[in-house]
Structure formats: C-alpha cells, structure tokens
C-alpha cells in the first residue's frame, strides 16, 4: 500500500515523525509536505493529499495540522476522500472497517507522538468489511457526494 502523508507547519515534526516510522515499517510513503515549520495552510496539503488519492497514485492519506479537525474539514470537501479525525486506535481502525475512510487527520497539538503511530498503522492495518450493512451506509454517503456536486 503507498500512503500519501502531508501537513501543514503545526503539523511538520509529527508528520516527520510518523513518515520516518511508517517507512520504517516497510510502508511506501509520499511526502506531499510541509517541508519545514514556515507557516502554512492545512487546505494546500489536504488538496494535495486528496488529489494525490482520488488520481490513484495512493490508497490512503495521512494528514496532520494543529487540531486535525482543519484538515478533516478541508479533505472532506474533496470528492472521493473520506476523512475522519482520530484520536484513538479503535476509531481509526473502525473507521476504515465500517466506512471506508480512507484518510486520517491527527492533531499533532492534541496527541503525542508514539499514540499518533499506534493510530496511524490501526488505519493502514484495517480493511473495509464489506458487510451488507457497511456497503449500504457508504453508498448512502457516495449518494450524498453525488448530490451536492
């Protein structure tokens, strides 16, 4: 699986963190920045996450900002992203199982750095579950999407 990851300055040293982790691990990862701790704007690297995921070149995103829930609003927007904000492991791994999401927003200001690994590989280690129940709530989503495009 290659996994984009990106963020802006609030989120620059736990994005580093996490992709040299996460590389470590064996992931491929594609860092779409921030590169330094110069202020930035979460709603450039949400739209180079999405864009990076709905072109094909990744299967899940990783973004981090201050608070996370930035860059969840801005990743949201984008058709064919499902973001969520995690703060924990078993949402981070639920949300893939019964939703299908397929980006994860952390807040570097609100979890540490070793929490924010184990919340990251729950989601890059879980799959969708394809339930009936789940495909039908995702479609209502899609449909939703659809809607208002």
């Given at each position: 699986?290659?996994?984009?990851?990106?963020?802006?300055?609030?989120?620059?040293?736990?994005k580093q963190f996490l992709l040299e982790q996460l590389q470590a691990d064996g992931v491929e990862m594609l860092d779409l920045g921030a590169f330094d701790e110069v202020p930035s704007d979460y709603p450039d690297f949400a739209r180079a996450a999405?864009?990076?995921?709905?072109?094909?070149?990744?299967?899940?995103?990783?973004?981090?900002?201050?608070?996370?829930?930035?860059a969840s609003v801005a990743a949201n927007k984008i058709k064919g992203v499902r973001a969520g904000l995690c703060h924990d492991t078993y949402s981070a791994h639920q949300g893939v199982e019964h939703?299908?999401?397929?980006?994860?927003?952390?807040?570097?200001?609100?979890?540490?750095?070793?929490?924010?690994?184990?919340?990251?590989?729950?989601?890059?280690?879980?799959?969708?579950?394809?339930?009936?129940?789940?495909?039908?709530r995702v479609q209502k989503v899609l449909e939703m999407e659809r809607m208002q495009r």
């Open positions: 699986m290659k996994v984009a990851i990106a963020g802006d300055h609030a989120g620059f040293r736990l999405g864009a990076a995921l709905t072109a094909g070149h990744v299967q899940r995103a990783l973004l981090v900002c201050g608070s996370g829930v930035g939703d299908d999401m397929n980006v994860l927003c952390l807040g570097s200001r609100v979890i540490g750095t070793h929490l924010a690994l184990e919340i990251a590989r729950a989601f890059l280690g879980a799959s969708f579950s394809y339930d009936d129940r789940h495909i039908r």
